[in-house]
């Protein structure tokens, strides 16, 4: 792993995230991948933990925050239009002590809008509630934005909401996956959808894989949602083919 970077196995996918009222694609997550040349893609529900036991994540952390800070600049300006794109930081990476300082030095290399890099945190990534909240704050006056990755599966969700500058909320696929046939699951997301509106903050529903979990979050008023029933995660050329080009023509 510690070569990965090196010999260029690390690769970013990416997932749209459509907005159900429009239909329109102006955001993306980044996701990571791990292609080895000796046992072929590993996931990374196995690399990551790795990488955060041995501090890897964070050499592997910068190198996503400059790739994604790239894309962001080639994306935008073949489509013509803003693109926004999210990406995961880890617990250890987030409380890293020059984050803001690597963030804001890829942001002026590539000269992008602040807006239009996302940054993902978990509860893992909130539990100094105080250095917490100086980090969050600093990254929120670079003009980044902010989201709660598996918004709802943890026991202080509804605190971080007062105490964190939070811009978006995305909802845990384990409610979306069963939103058919369990009515709490439903009223779950109900309330966050509403809670989000409420706020002002963008909420967005992750592992959507059927038209029914559509209707079900349209009629809600959830503003975006991705998944496989859109689409799956692509190499950056294929997502660059089938979303950002069309974007460009229909500018």
């Not at 041995?54 to 910068?62: A, D, E, V």
Request: aromatic share 8%.
């Amino acid at each position: 792993m510690r070569k990965a970077i090196e010999r260029d196995e690390l690769e970013l996918y990416y997932q749209p995230q459509i907005n159900l009222l429009t239909n329109e694609i102006s955001s993306f997550e980044a996701l990571l991948r791990w292609n080895n040349s000796e046992f072929g893609f590993i996931s990374p529900a196995e690399f990551i933990p790795l990488a955060e036991d041995t501090g890897l994540i964070i050499p592997i952390g910068n190198w996503v925050i400059d790739g994604a800070c790239r894309q962001i600049k080639e994306w935008t300006e073949k489509a013509g239009k803003p693109i926004r794109i999210a990406i995961n930081i880890s617990p250890k990476q987030f409380m890293q002590l020059d984050l803001v300082r690597v963030i804001k030095s890829s942001m002026e290399k590539y000269n992008i809008e602040p807006s239009l890099l996302e940054i993902e945190i978990t509860e893992g990534a909130m539990q100094d509630t105080k250095e917490t909240i100086l980090i969050l704050k600093r990254l929120k006056d670079l003009g980044i934005k902010i989201s709660v990755d598996d918004f709802g599966t943890g026991y202080s969700s509804l605190s971080y909401l007062k105490q964190f500058p939070i811009d978006v909320l995305k909802i845990d696929q384990s409610f979306i996956r069963d939103i058919k046939y369990n009515g709490k699951d439903a009223a779950i997301i109900t309330t966050i959808i509403h809670l989000g509106n409420s706020l002002g903050m963008e909420v967005i529903a992750e592992g959507v894989e059927e038209q029914s979990q559509v209707d079900f979050l349209t009629n809600a008023d959830c503003e975006k949602a991705q998944g496989f029933f859109f689409a799956k995660p692509l190499r950056s050329q294929e997502a660059e083919e089938k979303f950002i080009l069309i974007l460009k023509t229909s500018s």
